[in-house]
């Protein structure tokens, strides 16, 4: 029996994550920006832990032919919360100048994560550099541009952490909302209804490139 995991079972749990804020499981019927900033970078954070000893110990295969297009094997979502997350406290830092939103200086460039002494020194506070330090941990004595060119490109040629943050979500647009073959394994309802109208044709897939994010 072939066992999987990939982009449409993170993309489940972050619809289950949407319809408990819809029935106030989080405190209000509406969370705020700082709720929902709370769920994302701590929930995640421990259903990454969950879904990677599962997928270690099991041994699951990632979902399609080639992983998650070189970001990891299996995720896709935790690396566009780690933009954001990184991207919230450089605009916070540069508006308000206080220590709470200071971004370390190492971290303000992407290029910080093609670094091994900022991701083993910062990866557990921050989203996306606990992503890194975890392919790192599985492909051990493989060199970054091999065992993930697309993130070695991105840190290469991305010059801040908004344009990739930009870049995930138009990927992650186009390479799962937009694919039949992960959308259909929804469950759709009163909290998550299925609304829109069905096209005729099978549209397009953006792609998505990350040097033109604007």
């Known amino acids: 029996v072939r066992l999987d995991f990939g982009t449409g079972h993170e993309s489940s749990f972050a619809v289950f994550l949407f319809v408990l804020s819809k029935v106030a499981c989080f405190g209000n019927e509406a969370p705020s920006l700082e709720c929902l900033r709370a769920i994302t970078l701590g929930i995640f954070d421990q259903y990454l832990k969950v879904t990677r000893k599962l997928q270690t110990v099991y041994r699951l295969e990632p979902a399609g032919s080639h992983g998650v297009w070189g970001l990891d094997d299996y995720h896709c979502l935790p690396f566009y919360f780690g933009a954001c997350q990184l991207s919230t406290a450089q605009s916070k830092a540069a508006g308000s100048g206080t220590a709470h939103y200071e971004l370390p200086h190492e971290l303000k460039s992407p ?85 829109w109208t069905p096209s005729q044709t099978e549209r397009q897939a953006p792609v998505a490139t990350f040097r033109d994010t604007s």
């Open 111 to 195: 290029k910080c994560f093609a670094d091994d002494h900022a991701v083993r020194d910062y990866g557990e506070s921050y989203l996306f550099l606990s992503c890194i330090q975890h392919i790192r941990d599985l492909k051990k004595g493989v060199p970054f541009f091999e065992s993930s060119p697309m993130l070695f490109d991105i840190s290469q040629t991305v010059p801040n952490w908004e344009k990739v943050a930009r870049g995930l979500v138009r990927m992650y647009e186009g390479e799962v909302l937009d694919k039949r073959q992960v959308v259909q394994h929804f469950l759709f309802g009163k909290y998550f209804p299925a609304t």
